[in-house]
Structures are given as C-alpha cells and as structure tokens.
C-alpha cells in the first residue's frame, strides 16, 4: 500500500508547524503497519488531546477522538467491547504521563491488547510551550522561565515497571529502528508502547536555542546512548540534560497474557 | 444469563442489574463507591465470559471513558457511581453529549458536598446532572422511587440513550438502591436498539427522522468514522473556529432531546384537579404520595423522569391548584423549574419543603407543611 494512502487527504492542510516531528512519526508508523500486514478497516486509532492525539484525524480508518489524558480508557472500553479490532493509540508526552498518568499505568499493568504510540516533544505543544513532565531540568518553557526546576518522568521506564509487554523508545532520528520497533509493537499481543522522542522547533526548540529542527535532530544525535535489551544495563535514565543522554532501544519484549485473555472474551468478539 | 420472568424480593441496586441485564448491557466499568456499589458487584457476578464484560477501573475518569469507548465497540455500557465519583465523570459526560454515544451513568445519590454522607440518601445532584459539564447540552434522567422503578426504568435509560444518542441518567438516591421490595419481571420487555448506520431497519427507533439523531457508525465496519469532541460537521470534520457548524451542532444536540420531551417523559398523577397539589419524585414523593393517597383534598405528580424537564405534566398540575407544594432532599433544585412552570400556568402559591441529612420527607412531615401552606 503506498504510503499515502493512509492519510485522510481531504483533511489537509494539516495543523502541525514546519519542523513538527509527527510526519516523521506517522511516516514511520505507516511503513511499519504496511509490514505487518495489518488492515485498516478492522483498526481503529484513538487519541487524547494535543498535537500528538490529532494524528488519528489524519489517518483514513475510524477514528476516536477522545478527551485530553483519557486515550488509553477509552481504548480499553473498544477494545474489550469489540475485540476484533486492532486498538492503535496516539497521545502526547502531556497526555500520557501528566493527566492521563493513571490510566497510563494501570493501561500497562491491566495489559490490554493495544499498540500505544507517544510522541514525547518534552512539552506542551498544542498550548503554546508550557513544561511537561518530560520537560529535561533547567530548561525553559513559557512556565518555566527561570529555568525548570522539577526533574523529568521516564515513561517507557514506568510502562516496563507497570508490566507493559512491550517498550521501546528512539527519536525522530533513529528512523529505521523506529519503524522496525512499531512493527514490533503492532505484532505483539498485550500492552506495547512505542516512546518517540521528537522535535518541537516552535514550542521547545525556539526557548532553547534549537529553533531549527535540524538542530533538534543533532541534539538527539549527539545525546543518544543505545541500550539493547538482551545486554543487562546499568542504571540508566532519560534525564535530558544537555549534559546527559537520551537511552533509546527497545527495554522490553515479553508474553504476559493479555487481559482479553484472561477473562475470555476474545473468543466471543 | 436474565432471570426469567416472575417475583422476586430484591434490593434496588440489584433491580437495576436485573434491568441493565434485561436491556442487553454487554460492558460495565466501575469503582467502588457507597451507596452504589452492589451494582457494580451484581453486574462482576454476571458480566463474564460471553454476557459482557465487567471492568473495575482506576478511577471514574476512566470509567466513564471506557464506558463511551465500548459503546463506540457496539456494545449497551454503564457504570454506576455516587457523588464524589459522579463530580469526576462530567468532563467525559460532556463528551458522550457531544459525540452522541449512547451511555447509562446510575447515581445512588448521598448527601454532599465533597464525601458528606455516603450512606444516606440525598437529591443534591439533580442540577449536576442536567449542567455538570460545561457547554449547553441536554441529557435525560429518570428517578425511581420504587424497587421496581429501579428496574423499569433502568430499562428506559438504555432506550432513550440508544434512540436518542445521549447520555442518559438513572438518578436514583440511597433510600431506593438499598430499599428492598418486590421486583415484577415481565415476560416482554420493549428495547430500543440504536440504529446502526448502513442497516435497514423498521422498527421505534426510526421514529426519530435521521436529520435529528443521525445513525450510529460502529467502527471497524468501513465506515472511516470520525468521533470527537471538538465542533465537527456531519462527517466529523473538525471545524472549531466556524460559527455555523458550532452553532448548529449545539442547536442540533439540544433539540433533539427537548423536541422530544414529551416522548422522553414519564409520570404519575393522582387526585388530578387538587385544589392542593405536590410535585415529587424518586424517594422523597414516599411520603407525599402517602398523604395525596389518603387525603382526597390532596393531588400528587410523582415525576418519573426529569430531565428534560416535563414542563406539560407539570403545568397540567398546576392549572387547577391554588397551591403546590414540592418535595426535595436538597436545598430546592428542581423547585424553581418547577415555580417556574406552575406559575406560568397560573398558580401563584408554589412552595418547597427541603428535606437534608440523609432521610425522605415523612407523611407527616408533608402534612405539618401543608397545614402551614393554608391546606388540610
Ligand atoms: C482537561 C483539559 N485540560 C487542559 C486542556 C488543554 N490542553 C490541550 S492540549 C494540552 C497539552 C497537550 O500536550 P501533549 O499531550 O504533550 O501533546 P502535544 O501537543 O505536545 O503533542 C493541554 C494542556 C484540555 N484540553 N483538557
């Protein structure tokens, strides 16, 4: 299937800014679903509130636009209602990890069949730039002037806690890698979530002398540090310091059953 | 999986598992919280396997949320809550209203504000439940006051939420999901099913011209649906910034439910043309309805539904009386929708009596206060 027939041409122009990382994101994931053979009449992609959850809107299949924080509620509701369905997520550093990061680990610990895509910008985007939970320390957002001085989440390392099947995390820049694990993610039965470090030249970079996405993409270059799963890392974390790292990799890939599973409804779907 | 037809002595909450079975309710999520929690513990005995699922959630964010995602799955979905769990569902409360997706939401109302008191019986949520969420929109809301109501129209929650693509509301308080009763299981039962986009079909629910209540797009049938929130035309197209769209579609929402009032509304009368009439409904009509049985000088409208406001039962109560007397377990919420309505229908003396701290109104309570009123 060509890449661009997964998108809902008619709604374009789109509303992300020049530089925006989720083209790179939804490129990514589209060649990754193509891999997996999967169908988009039987998928259905599910979204909170932000940029990152206004992906669904652009993707030509059914989609639930949903409240900001709530996404992954929401999916588990289709879902075990209509088991049958592929449940795609797409949700924001913000959406994910602040508001809806109730649901985000308790999504992961009930372990849900469904594919959960975050694309983490470290900020507020659909808002103007506020800091997020993500947000690195020191840096500046529009509040956070004198610099942030709360520490970030690391959400893929809280989905492996939780009990996610599947995490991994890479930027916009590891794009082969990115793809490749959204593949994986896509085939993988229970929770998986794909993290996605990406760009925001307007919103983040611009306050923090990146205004360029080109300069975005070399931080995140230069910053990477790659943990494979089968090696037992030391203690690492995503703490995005300009000094510190990026870990990307993929941390986790296990059979846990699913809930569908366990309570037996996939057999009625 | 339903529990044949017959007698039964159960308690409210139960009744309303009975009702919600009986209606076809295929998903529950829910959190536990007084004086509701037998419902959700009914329906964890009998959602399984192939009757449906049941889900306890984080929280009632998320129940309420997985609620809507499993009625946008095709299936009948509630949940049932108190107070403190009811405040924490209405920013998704507004969300069903704008999406259109057909929900049940029980509340066993107790006394509030905050925790107050979770064992007795209150009606402090009625406004909640008609203007909890921001934006106008329009819900629909019964009140049962007997076990039997709490099956019956459990039953019309699931109806008019399937026909009319609302959420719709059982307000039910403490007094009535404790109260143990007889429960009637009748041998057929109406239930509406949504109309499904893409489905031909004959039957009630197409009563309702599609230009009002559009069909139901379930997804993964190739209908590339696009639900949401935000201001969105026909086909789901976002338009937040067009006046036009907004407005028609606010308009559009609201009118289908008011246009609809008296479809929608349920009641009873007694002693029609009362000089003396009292307007009530769930628990605290108890009482009044003791004394308007009694006492032939003494009219009663129990309303059965109320939201929307049955503005034609109400003024048809009015019309003839010289008083009227409401009976609340709240500060007066309903009343001055009431006053409103009676007063345009000409009668001049409406009045409340306000009942607080956890028990309905007695008869001799409604008495004492009509006597004060100039009656009996
Ligand atoms: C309950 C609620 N609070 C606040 C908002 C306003 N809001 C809209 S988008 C957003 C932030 C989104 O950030 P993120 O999830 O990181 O996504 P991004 O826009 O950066 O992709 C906020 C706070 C809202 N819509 N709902």
Redesign the interface.
């Given at each position: 299937m060509d890449i661009f027939e997964f998108y809902r041409k008619d709604r374009w122009p789109h509303v992300f800014c020049p530089g925006c990382g989720n083209g790179t994101v939804m490129n990514c994931f589209f060649r990754a679903f193509n891999e997996a053979g999967l169908s988009l009449d039987n998928t259905v992609f599910v979204g909170g509130i932000g940029c990152s959850s206004r992906v669904p809107l652009y993707i030509n299949s059914d989609a639930l636009h949903t409240t900001h924080g709530r996404a992954i509620a929401f999916a588990t509701g289709l879902k075990l209602a209509k088991p049958g369905l592929k449940v795609v997520v797409f949700t924001g550093d913000g959406d994910l990890g602040a508001i809806g990061g109730n649901h985000f680990i308790n999504g992961c610990r009930r372990n849900v069949d469904m594919t959960v895509i975050c694309i983490n910008n470290n900020i507020y985007g659909m808002t103007g730039g506020q800091a997020s939970i993500t947000t690195p320390h020191d840096f500046q957002s529009t509040t956070t002037p004198y610099g942030n001085k709360e520490y970030p989440f690391d959400l893929a390392e809280i989905a492996v806690a939780a009990g996610a099947n599947y995490v991994a995390r890479w930027t916009t820049r590891q794009v082969h890698e990115l793809t490749k694990s959204m593949k994986s993610a896509l085939q993988k039965r229970g929770f998986a979530l794909v993290e996605v470090v990406s760009q925001c030249p307007t919103n983040f970079g611009r306050r923090n002398k990146m205004a360029d996405p080109s300069q975005m993409l070399e931080w995140f270059k230069s910053n990477t540090v790659r943990r494979d799963k089968a090696k037992s890392a030391e203690l690492d974390h995503v703490d995005l310091n300009l000094a510190g790292q990026i870990t990307v990799g993929e941390f986790v890939d296990r059979n846990r059953e699913c809930y569908e599973e366990l309570i037996g409804v996939e057999k009625h779907g | 999986m339903t529990i044949p037809p017959g007698e039964y002595f159960v308690q409210g909450n139960d009744a309303c598992v009975e009702g919600a079975l009986a209606s076809g309710v295929?998903?529950f999520?829910g959190y536990p919280i007084t004086p509701s929690t037998e419902i959700a513990e009914g329906l964890a005995q009998r959602l399984?396997?192939?009757n449906g699922?049941f889900?306890q959630?984080?929280?009632e964010?998320?129940?309420i949320?997985?609620?809507?995602?499993?009625?946008?799955?095709?299936?009948k979905?509630m949940t049932a809550t108190s107070g403190p769990g009811f405040s924490l569902m209405q920013?998704?409360i507004g969300?069903a209203a704008m999406s259109e997706t057909p929900v049940v939401l029980v509340n066993v109302m107790r006394g509030g504000p905050s925790t107050g008191q979770p064992t007795k019986a209150s009606q402090g949520d009625v406004m909640q439940t008609k203007w909890g969420s921001h934006g106008d929109y329009q819900v629909i809301a019964f009140a049962p006051a007997t076990v039997q109501e709490m099956f019956d129209l459990t039953v019309e929650c699931f109806n008019y939420s399937e026909k009319y693509r609302v959420p719709a509301f059982l307000l039910s308080d403490a007094e009535v999901g404790h109260m143990r009763g007889l429960l009637r299981v009748p041998e057929k039962l109406n239930v509406i099913d949504r109309k499904e986009m893409g489905i031909r079909r004959t039957d009630e629910a197409y009563d309702v011209p599609d230009d009002l209540v559009k069909p139901f797009?379930v997804?993964?049938k190739?209908?590339?649906?696009?639900?949401?929130?935000?201001t969105h035309t026909e086909t789901?197209?976002?338009e937040p910034e067009d006046s036009k769209v907004h407005s028609d579609l606010v308009r559009r929402l609201n009118e289908k439910v008011l246009r609809n009032r008296k479809d929608i509304n349920k009641w009873e009368m007694i002693g029609e043309g009362s000089k003396t009439m009292i307007i009530s409904y769930g628990s605290s009509a108890l009482g009044a309805k003791e004394v308007a049985t009694k006492d032939p000088n003494v009219g009663l409208l129990r309303l059965k539904s109320i939201w929307p406001l049955p503005e034609e039962p109400i003024a048809q109560a009015a019309r003839g009386a010289q008083r009227i007397l409401v009976c609340e377990m709240n500060l007066g919420q309903l009343f001055f929708s009431i006053k409103r309505v009676a007063q345009d229908a000409g009668c001049k003396q409406v009045e409340l009596l306000s009942k607080l701290g956890g028990e309905p109104p007695t008869p001799s309570e409604v008495r004492h206060k009509l006597r004060s009123m100039g009656a009996v």
């Open positions: - | 295929k998903f999520a399984k396997g192939q699922v889900l959630m984080e929280d964010i998320a129940c949320s997985a609620v809507i995602g499993a009625s946008w799955g095709g299936a979905a920013e998704a969300y797009p997804f993964g190739g209908h590339k649906a696009i639900i949401t929130g935000m789901g197209r976002i």
